[in-house]
């Protein structure tokens, strides 16, 4: 039985704090939202809490950031989801823009920079441990006619990341089509397809640089991103160093390490991005840019999420897309190790490495303890990177 809805200053409150606390990304993230709206609040039921998870998980975009919108528009429509999102968005964005202030600081002292290389040096290891832990549940998924194909998006995935560095979002929607046109001919019986979707070919002033460059980074990380959080970074990497220069291999390990470090959704790395590209203002419209298309697609969707949920078309999309961003994702690991240059990272590479998959610690704690390393190295004299 649901409570009464709560006033949008309760609202504001409650999801506040979880944007406060939230670390340890969207695991962290729907159990916050669960204890809440569920068994603290009453505002929800199970049965529209597990249907707002499935329906978020079938859209792009960061899944947690959607559920936390959509738990709040179920509770108290389109104000509530505007004040619960930018509520759970806000606290980590204003911590990260911070951090990114420090770390980019003309001359930042020697111990800051060693935390950021310390914690930039793991997050090779993190990204591995990241797609691994979404292995498990994709294949549980996969019929086993399937599963060959899951491994060759998968391998296409990974490659890409490699290979095609900013192409790598139309890899991930081909992957998409190629499963839907697929399924659909197995559906039918039918040994011709009818026909390849159209892919969404998006250009948003990226070829000339500055920031229509940047908005299409953005747009990228919040409507193309498919597999979680952790998959925007092979997305962003290759565009914010190599083919745009905002910042250089080093700068953006520390993104990505202050991403996960800080509560929040992990997409708010992107704020780092848009810092590094022009500054505070770059940061929020970075940020604005990402996180736009979750409340689009919950304000205009959440009515029909019931049929998105259930609907064959958009399950054989994400069975195509889902498996080559989780390969995505490990594969970001070969560019993101390459970007490490001196020898006591790589080292610190292989502790963070045992602490994540023999010891099985944290990914916060994780990179606290390469930060703190790195800070420890760096007043011993150790060299840092450039």
Known sequence: MTSAPPSLATLLREWGRIG??????????????????LERRSWLSEEEFEHGIAATNLLPGPASTQLAIYCAWRVRGIPGAV???????????????????????????????GVGAGAGAVVAAVAVHAGVSLIPGSWRRMRPAQRPRWIAYAVLGAASTVVLGPWLV?????????????????????????GWPLLPLLAAGAATGGLGALCWTAFKVGALSYGGGFVIVPLMQADAVDHYGWM?????????????????????????????????????????????????????????????????????????????????IVGSAVPLTA?????????????????LFAVRRGVVLTLLFAGAAGAVAAIAGA???T
């Not at 991930?172 to 397809?193: D, I, N």
């Open 339 to 355: 970007a490490l240059s001196e020898t006591w990272q790589f080292a610190l590479l292989a502790a963070g490495a045992a602490l």
């Open 20 to 37: 406060c606390v939230g670390f340890g990304g969207p695991p962290a993230h729907i159990a916050l939202l669960r204890e809440l709206c």
């Open 248 to 328: 250089t291999d080093g700068q953006f390990l520390n993104a990505v390490a202050l991403g996960q470090a800080t509560p929040g959704p992990v997409v708010q790395t992107v704020a780092v991005v848009g810092y590094a590209a022009a500054g505070v203002g770059g940061a929020i419209l970075a940020a604005v840019v990402a996180f736009a298309p979750s409340f689009w697609f919950i304000g205009l969707g959440a009515n029909r999420f019931e049929r998105l949920r259930t609907n064959p078309r958009a399950r054989a999309f994400l069975d195509g897309a889902g498996p080559a961003a989780i390969g995505a």
């Open 170 to 194: 139309l890899v991930l929607l081909g992957c998409g089509a190629v499963e839907l046109v697929w399924s659909s001919r197995e559906r039918s019986g039918t040994a011709q397809a009818h």
């Open 383 to 385: 060299p840092l990177p």
């Open 83 to 113: 004040i619960g999102g930018i509520s759970f968005i806000v606290p980590g964005l204003i911590l990260i823009i911070a951090l990114a202030a420090l770390f980019f600081a003309s001359s930042p002292p020697s111990w800051i920079r």
